[in-house]
């Protein structure tokens, strides 16, 4: 049985391991024999597999190319690409297998697995050349199974990271690889790599762009949920806005009408940001819609809501939530509020402001549990209800926060303003505060004014 490597001294007998060379044979040009016809068909072969593979975005069909090339230019039987499981450098998968015809190898593929894993491990191009059955034997007895009487396996690498072996094989008893076949298809190896590099980046790339397609269509989405401002509110104005920190929106606004011509004003808000919370920001949605189809007991629908949170999620993520009902003949308004920022009551005729304070815990920390309801409060001409999300009492600049009294200042100084000029007004004041840097969380406002 013949056995080299690239970097180690062929000087020995048949049958007697070779010893490593001082140094690794790591020069790839030294596949190169000195005849100008050979070594020009070689560079050439080299060149074309560059160009070919790397101009092919199909990362499945690189792959292919890459396994039916090797296959090809050393004249093997059967060819096996295997790359490294991520986050295990020395497990391999198979990734392609093909015949010198083209065709995937059926399953289970038989392959020698002692010479992809010393391949994989120490990291040469090694080379067998099988003579008889004992010789297989000593080897593999997968190769004595199989009949193979060539056996060659190459590291596929970028600079010092591998990426994985290319593994080729034959039974034909006139085939054998030479030392310039692998030394050939180690510098073939390392065109192959830079492919196999590029067609990972390139579905890298292409899948981290779908992903952004489709979070802006399912923003897109959901801000076709966010209701518009509603008109047929006699005697009242009603506005609101949110600006997302990320790609999708985790706070929640709704405007809901009631079969007896009540009003739902909803402000919400899920722990975190990102797609999780969008989601389950949309999932309240949906379900504050379902309860509000017939008689409304807002306490129950908070508990309801609560238990339903508790049991999606267990626990791990929960959302503040404030529902108010206006009864706009009566020019009054009740509440419940489920751990959310109090919302601000700025009195037309010069009165204190008025903090409408929490009912119970936010959403889906503990099931179970009793919402209060509180009101019902008054609504004169020119009262002004504001509420918001964290987003916009936390914008930070610096150390310090936004916070509560700079909203009643901002409020007070433009109470006067139509709902949503006065939206404007406190973003305004926001951006002016933190110097027009990207918010950390999402930014929701909601204006009721009563006429």
């Known amino acids: 049985m013949g056995w080299f490597g690239r970097g180690r001294d062929d000087r020995r007998s048949r049958g007697e391991p070779r010893t490593r060379a001082s140094e690794p044979d790591t020069d790839q040009t030294r596949f190169l024999t000195g005849d100008d016809r050979i070594d020009s068909q070689k560079v050439r072969i080299l060149l074309d597999t560059v160009a070919e593979l790397i101009s092919t975005t199909d990362h499945a069909e690189v792959l292919r190319s890459i396994v039916d090339k090797s296959i090809r230019v050393v004249g093997a039987e059967r060819g ?14 198979i990734q392609v297998a093909r015949d010198a015809a083209g065709r995937d190898l059926e399953q289970p593929i038989q392959y020698s697995t002692t010479v992809t894993r010393k391949v994989a491990t120490e990291g040469e191009a090694m080379c067998w050349k099988v003579s008889s059955q004992e010789e297989a034997a000593d ?38 690889f030479s030392r310039a076949d692998l030394r050939f298809f180690d510098a073939l190896a390392g065109a192959l790599s830079i492919a196999v590099e590029n067609a990972r980046l390139i579905r890298e790339t292409v899948a ?20 518009k401002n509603p008109v047929g509110v006699e005697g009242f104005e009603i506005a609101g806005w949110s600006l997302a920190a990320e790609e999708a929106l985790g706070d ?10 009540r009003w739902v004003v909803a402000i919400g808000d899920v722990a975190g940001h990102g797609i999780g919370p969008a989601l389950l920001m949309s999932s309240a949605r949906s379900l504050l819609h379902s309860l509000t189809d017939g008689p409304f007991d807002l306490a129950e629908v908070l508990w309801r809501m609560n238990n339903r949170f508790q049991q999606d999620t267990g ?41 409408l304070r929490g009912t119970g815990l936010a959403l889906g920390i503990e099931g179970d549990m009793p919402y209060g309801v509180r009101g019902p409060v008054e609504l004169a001409a020119g009262d002004v209800l504001v509420f918001t999300t964290d987003g916009v009492l936390e914008a930070r600049r610096k150390d310090e926060f936004f916070g509560r009294a700079r909203l009643e200042r901002e409020v007070r100084a433009h109470a006067g303003l139509a709902a949503r000029a006065l939206i404007e007004a406190v973003h305004r004041a926001v951006l002016d505060f ?12 909601v204006v009721v004014r009563a006429l």
């Open 80 to 93: 096996i690409l295997f790359l490294f499981e991520e986050g295990d450098p020395l497990r391999l998968r």
């Open 139 to 176: 080897l593999s007895q997968s190769i004595v199974d199989m009949k193979l009487r060539a056996v060659m396996c190459v590291t596929l690498r970028v600079k010092e990271r591998r990426l994985g072996v290319i593994y080729v094989d034959s039974r034909a008893s006139h085939r054998e």
């Open 208 to 227: 981290s762009e779908r992903v952004k397609e489709q979070v802006k269509v399912a923003r897109a989405i959901q801000e076709g949920l966010l209701p």
């Open 252 to 261: 929640y606004y709704d405007f809901i009408r009631l079969a007896d011509g």
């Open 315 to 355: 626990g791990a993520l929960f959302m503040s939530l404030f529902v108010g009902i206006i009864d706009a003949a009566r020019r009054t308004f009740v509440y419940g509020n489920a751990g959310h920022a109090a919302p601000l009551l700025v009195k037309g005729n010069g009165c204190a402001s008025l903090e």
């Open 434 to 445: 933190t110097g027009g840097v990207a918010p950390d969380d999402d930014l929701t406002l």
